[in-house]
T-cell receptor, first 113, second 113 residues
Framework: DQQVKQNSPSLSVQEGRISILNCDYT??????FLWYKKYPAEGPTFLIS?????DKNEDGRFTVFLNKSAKHLSLHIVPSQPGDSAVYFC????????????FGKGTSLLVTP | NAGVMQNPRHLVRRRGQEARLRCSPM?????VYWYRQLPEEGLKFMVY????????ESGMPKERFSAEFPKEGPSILRIQQVVRGDSAAYFC???????????FGPGTRLTVL
């Protein structure tokens, strides 16, 4: 039962342009959402998060947007850099689940020079 | 401040043997989570522990798998009588009390021959 879905397995973007990674969820109890970045053979690295009481959170080049009615969130990276090439995971948690994270399958981002 | 430490980074076992995976959380973190990632999949929650207590083990298989987080020393994920299907990357994450962001270790890659 995949409660967090990332429907695009891969995305290719030119350096300097915007990268938009999408994520959908089905569980209306989720109230906290996170994005992690992962390089091969390494653990996920926390990027940015958003609480369900907000609809936008920004940190430098990274912005996360949350649309609760659509159960959809997106990560915007502007401008994209070659070092951003990695797999990006969307994750969600609910207060009643002890903060266990539910992960999507990931989107592999390639930023080309 | 050292991050989450996991060892070994790579572990090879033959079918029927035992696998022991260790995780030392970040300094000051009292919550530990274990996740498993199969090839081409997202991370799946297994178990959530605090010192000397298992809080949520709903994601852990009922047989052959166990976890502990003793008062002293690292958290241990133990897999008895391993089978080929146990081959995966196992990630440990930690968080401070009452925090929703989890910080991940580099993972242990288990290969069962």
């Amino acid at each position: 039962d995949q409660q967090v879905k990332q429907n695009s397995p891969s995305l290719s973007v030119q350096e300097g342009r915007i990268s938009i990674l999408n994520c959908d969820y089905t569980n209306s109890m989720f109230d906290y959402f996170l994005w992690y970045k992962k390089y091969p053979a390494e653990g996920p690295t926390f990027l940015i998060s958003i609480s369900s009481i907000k609809d936008k959170n920004e940190d430098g080049r990274f912005t996360v947007f949350l649309n609760k009615s659509a159960k959809h969130l997106s990560l915007h990276i502007v401008p994209s850099q070659p070092g951003d090439s990695a797999v990006y995971f969307c994750a969600a948690s609910a207060d009643n689940s002890g903060y266990a994270l539910n992960f999507g399958k990931g989107t592999s981002l390639l930023v080309t020079p | 401040n050292a991050g989450v430490m996991q060892n070994p980074r790579h572990l090879v076992r033959r079918r029927g043997q035992e696998a022991r995976l260790r995780c030392s959380p970040m300094k000051g973190h009292s919550h530990v989570y274990w996740y498993r990632q199969l090839p081409e999949e997202g991370l799946k929650f297994m178990v959530y522990l605090q010192k000397e207590n298992i809080i949520d083990e709903s994601g852990m298989p009922k047989e052959r798998f166990s976890a502990e987080f003793p008062k002293e020393g690292p958290s241990i994920l133990r897999i008895q009588q391993v089978v080929r299907g146990d081959s995966a990357a196992y990630f440990c994450a930690s968080s401070p009390e009452l925090a929703k962001v989890q910080f991940f270790g580099p993972g242990t890659r288990l290969t069962v021959l």
